[in-house]
């Protein structure tokens, strides 16, 4: 008889609060070096006033490429992950799946959606870096767009029982 895969059980509260530290970690470092990034200016005295600069236009369109990149990957692989938990807990598995009311014992969410939020916090943080990152060494305004648009997404991905459980409640579809 098969063995049980742990990633197909439902996620403990402690597992929970993990997974939320992890994401508030990830967002906790983005907006930190974002305004790092804002007060202090590297770029200070180094450059002509008005001049382009061809670094920042290459790096601008490399962020643009980034995030432009990472929206189908996500896709993919978020279709990719659900399958795989479908496959794993099988019909009368899915089934069972978030419950309407909410029970004693905490979320009845796999395991495995954990990996699924960590991923998508992953790529928006990394998108929201490498902009930050951008800004801090060009000094080039657009890139600020980058943290702007993956602080929200990284609030959006934390994880609260609701969240998971609609995302469980997808597996069901």
């Known amino acids: 008889m098969a063995q049980p895969n742990p990633m197909s059980e439902p996620m403990t509260p402690a597992e929970m ?92 969410v796999p395991r495995a959606l954990s990996g699924l939020v960590i991923l998508g916090a992953a790529l928006a943080e990394g998108f929201g870096l490498f902009g930050t990152v951008v800004y801090f060494v060009t000094r080039a305004g657009p890139a600020l767009a980058a943290p702007v648009i993956a602080i929200p997404l990284l609030v959006f991905l934390y994880p609260t029982e609701a969240r998971l459980r609609a995302l469980a409640e997808q597996l069901r579809a």
């Open 17 to 108: 609060r993990t997974l939320g530290i992890v994401v508030g970690a990830l967002i906790f470092g983005l907006a930190s070096f974002l305004i790092v990034a804002i007060l202090v200016d590297p770029t200070s005295g180094t450059r002509e006033a008005g001049t382009a600069d061809p670094l920042a236009t290459r790096l601008l369109l490399a962020l643009v490429a980034v995030g432009v990149a990472e929206i189908p990957l996500y896709l993919v692989l978020r279709g990719q992950i659900l399958a795989q938990i479908r496959r794993q807990l099988g019909a009368d598995g899915v089934a069972a799946l978030a419950p309407a009311e909410a029970s004693a014992s905490g979320p009845s």
